[in-house]
């Protein structure tokens, strides 16, 4: 008789010891970001209160944020995604034509993502110090487009050392799951 009691406790400890780790293996797994073809693109990232997906590049890591869908009316999706771009970007040509001033403020690789129709690009910062830009021309998102700098402005930045034509590979609307 002790020894059925003893096999029993056993058995039970096992059994909740298994599903113990179950519950806490599926309660911890990272949401993932999937495009409009339902491919991963990566796990949802967070850095500095920016969330997104990690683009990497070399060497170089950033992360390309994301923000919810928005339809004609501005009214917000509850599942659907879009890769989330900076408000502006400087240039030093005057037609806001060639790469932008990457500024450091976001990401682990300081990055700028600008989108011009359908197309999303982000530019990562090149290795090195921060440098002195003439910024000649300046691309807005809100109203969009190009504003040239009657006088040009000193801005402190990176040139950009890569680019990532990130809704080429993974095109929109982004959705979050696991």
């Known amino acids: 008789m002790k020894k059925c009691l003893v096999w029993a406790l ?18 911890h797994r990272p949401a993932k970001v999937f495009d409009a073809n339902g491919h991963v693109i990566g796990d949802l ?9 990690r683009v990497v590049v ?15 009316s501005g009214h917000d999706s509850a599942t ?7 408000a502006s970007a400087e240039f030093t040509s005057t037609g806001c034509s060639g790469d932008p001033i990457v ?20 530019y990562l910062a090149a290795e090195g ?3 002195s830009f003439t910024a000649r021309s300046l691309l807005l998102v809100m109203p969009p487009g190009c504003a040239r700098n009657p006088v040009p ?10 680019k990532v034509p990130i809704s080429r590979n993974h095109p929109e609307p982004l959705r979050i799951g696991f």
């Open 10 to 27: 056993l058995f039970g400890y096992a059994v909740f010891a298994r599903a113990e780790g179950f519950v806490h293996q599926t309660s």
């Open 45 to 53: 990232q967070s850095f500095s209160g920016v969330s997104g997906v």
């Open 58 to 72: 070399g060497n170089a890591a950033t992360v390309a944020q994301i923000g919810r869908a928005r339809d004609a």
């Open 80 to 86: 659907d995604f879009t890769w989330a771009t900076s």
């Open 103 to 122: 500024t450091p403020v976001n990401g682990p690789r300081p990055s700028v993502t600008l989108r011009q129709g359908n197309d999303v690009t982000v």
């Open 129 to 131: 110090p921060v440098q």
């Open 153 to 162: 402005v000193e801005v402190t930045g990176f040139p950009a050392g890569a």
